[in-house]
């Protein structure tokens, strides 16, 4: 099982905040997966005192989105996802599936059967999704208030993990930082979740 150490920083956190965290590449494709994914994604997680803040890359080749609705199915598009059970003690957890148009999906969910959609704000993430000529970046924050909304507790460590995707991309393809071993394409199986330790100490929740 793959281990990510969130690394602690203060607000504002930028760029070269990020520049400062750990790097987890999402590099494995599932034997299910039509072929073995040709985008390159890395994925960063830093904490505060107050939220995760998160960013994502990936390169910008044949970027695909129709999706601009919420909780509507952007894993049909390009998009990258983390999904997070910050409470070792509960079943459920968090998928975050954004696309490039910045249309989120989230949900409180126990697997892909039973899932819970939210009616949070989502101006709570500040979710920022930035194409250049090279690559496609998205960065969002997950206030801790948020998180104690679903759950009783968050740490010290939890359960996660990041994925790539592309249902109806120019390429279909599938990626996970996590190694996925299931036979059938589901990227809600949170017992191949990777661990995410809090670096330092916990904030006071």
Known sequence: MKTYIVKKTTAPV????FAQAEVAHVDYSPTWAPCVCPYHMEARVLYTDDALYVNL???KDLLFAHQNLRDTPVCTDSCMEFFIAPDEDDEHYMNFEINPLGTLYVSHALNRYEIK???????IFDIKSVITKDE???SYKIPFSFLLKYFKK????MRGNFYKCGEHAHIPHYATWSPITCEKPDFHRPEFFGTL????EIPCI
């Open 117 to 123: 959609f939210l009616s949070d704000d989502e101006s």
């Open 14 to 17: 930028t760029e070269q905040s």
């Open 154 to 157: 968050i740490g010290p460590k």
């Open 57 to 59: 890359k990936t390169d």
């Open 136 to 138: 496609w970046q998205l």
């Open 197 to 200: 330790s809090f670096e330092k």
